[in-house]
């Protein structure tokens, strides 16, 4: 067996034991996922995508997606958790130097560092140039003050890529991006959010009061954390769109066995047209955005230019595909399908915060529609 058909043999193996006997533990109460977390880390789930070089199994970024799919099928939670961590861990990869991939990579990639990605703040998601957080040199040093809010992995995470102002005056360009270690003083973590779904996700706000950060934790150079930010997104959005297939592809599941199940006047629900109907739309719906997922990952291993519009179109289109088929399975339910006894109602809650999180569907539409006006100009 080769490596990768190895790897997906692993994954599945390792949900099979690790997630879906905790399914609902999880997802209904609330079971803190970091002990899964180091193990998905033992089990190389982290390290797939990652260069050898620095610990990594090397694998396509497609590799990597598959399991991101078939782990949101049973659990967003740890899918993602997951998905947060290697986004931090590619904004080292993106932007730090050789030192800086050395020290931290390989921790990463086995999962004995929990990382996270720190740009949003309490008043600004959608516009990340306009940050207030700041980074002032002061001798061997930078300074660091400022709020961040939304953040995956608070709580839980070791170490924080940190986007900050170094240049108040140059918006995007006066951006850096800092390595902040969770023992660094003056951090605190805020309360944890609670959202309407996945009651485990550990997200909170992050206080930064003049936190010392070393020059050798500047992820590359003054001045680039911004692009550095957005390189990093456009590969988080594919492994949230994975996730959001994920998502569907469960809801689709749940909802063609019910309908099998489920009998009015003598006959299976499934053998109205409208319920046919239903179902062949959810099950063409969650093949486009796979093959369209799928395809942002390719152009991500290819390094393709186009990298940024397939992200987005994949990010926008899988998720808004997560919501409409997770609705239509609640309908196939019927008055069951909003009881919390069945898992349709919440994949369909849960559905929802993926075209949010990660830039939300507006922004997605944005960066599409500028890459296309740009390309008949
Ligand atoms: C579950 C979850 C996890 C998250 N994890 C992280 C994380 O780990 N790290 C992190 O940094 N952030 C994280 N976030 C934050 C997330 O990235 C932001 O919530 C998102 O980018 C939107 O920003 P906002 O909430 O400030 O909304 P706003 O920017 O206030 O947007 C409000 C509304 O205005 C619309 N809008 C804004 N600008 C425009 C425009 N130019 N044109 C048209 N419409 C527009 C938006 O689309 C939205 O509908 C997370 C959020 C969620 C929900």
């Known amino acids: 067996m080769d490596l990768e058909n190895e790897v997906i043999k692993g994954s599945k193996d390792f949900i099979n034991h690790y997630i879906k006997p905790h399914e609902s533990k999880i997802e209904i ?5 970091i002990d899964i977390f180091k193990k998905a880390g033992e089990y190389g789930l982290i390290a797939i995508p990652l260069p050898e070089k620095y610990g990594g199994l090397g694998l396509p970024y497609k590799t990597f997606t598959r399991v991101a799919m078939m782990l949101s099928k049973y659990s967003g939670t740890v899918a993602m958790v997951l998905g947060a961590h290697l986004l931090a861990t590619y904004a080292i990869l993106i932007g730090g130097n050789e030192e800086q991939k050395k020290e931290y990579i390989p921790r990463l990639a086995r ?13 600004t998601g959608s516009d990340p140039s306009a940050i207030t957080t700041e980074a002032v040199k002061d001798e061997d040093s930078y300074i660091i003050n400022g ?23 140059r918006g995007a360009r006066g951006i850096s991006a800092f390595i902040v270690e969770s023992q660094d003083e003056g951090i605190s973590v805020g309360k944890r959010e609670e959202f309407m779904a996945l009651p485990a996700f550990p997200n909170a706000s992050l206080v930064f009061n003049n936190v ?9 150079s003054e001045g680039t954390g911004f692009i550095t930010a957005m390189k990093t997104l456009d590969i988080g959005r594919i492994a949230t769109g994975a996730s959001a297939v994920g998502v569907s592809q469960r809801a ?9 199940e489920r009998y009015i006047s003598g006959r299976p629900i499934s053998s109205f047209e409208i319920i046919q109907s239903y179902i062949a739309d959810m099950a063409v719906s969650i093949e486009t955005a796979k ?28 998720s808004k595909v997560a919501v409409d088929v997770s609705r239509y399975a609640v309908q196939i339910f019927g008055g ?42």
């Not at 599941?253 to 099998?260: D, N, T």
């Not at 929802?352 to 599409?368: A, C, D, H, N, R």
Request: proline share 2%; glycine share 8%.
């Open 29 to 33: 109460e609330g079971l803190p996922v």
């Open 291 to 318: 093959l369209l997922v799928l395809e942002a990952a390719q152009k991500r291993d290819e390094g393709a230019g186009d990298l940024p519009l397939y992200a987005a179109m994949a990010k926008y289109y899988a």
């Open 212 to 220: 010392r950060v070393r020059f050798f934790r500047l992820l590359g």
């Open 147 to 169: 709020t961040k809010a939304f953040i995956t992995n608070a709580g839980i995470a070791d170490i924080f890529i940190v986007m900050a102002k170094t240049d108040r005056e």
């Open 336 to 377: 069951y399908g909003c009881t919390k006894g069945y898992a349709v109602e919440r994949l369909y809650r849960e559905a929802k915060m993926y075209e949010i999180v990660e830039g939300t569907s507006e922004i997605q539409k944005l960066i599409i529609s500028n890459h296309i006006l740009k390309g008949v100009h």
């Open 252 to 260: 689709l599941e749940e909802a063609a066995k019910y309908s099998q």
């Open 111 to 123: 999962g004995e560092l929990i990382a996270s990605f720190a740009l949003t703040e309490p008043s």
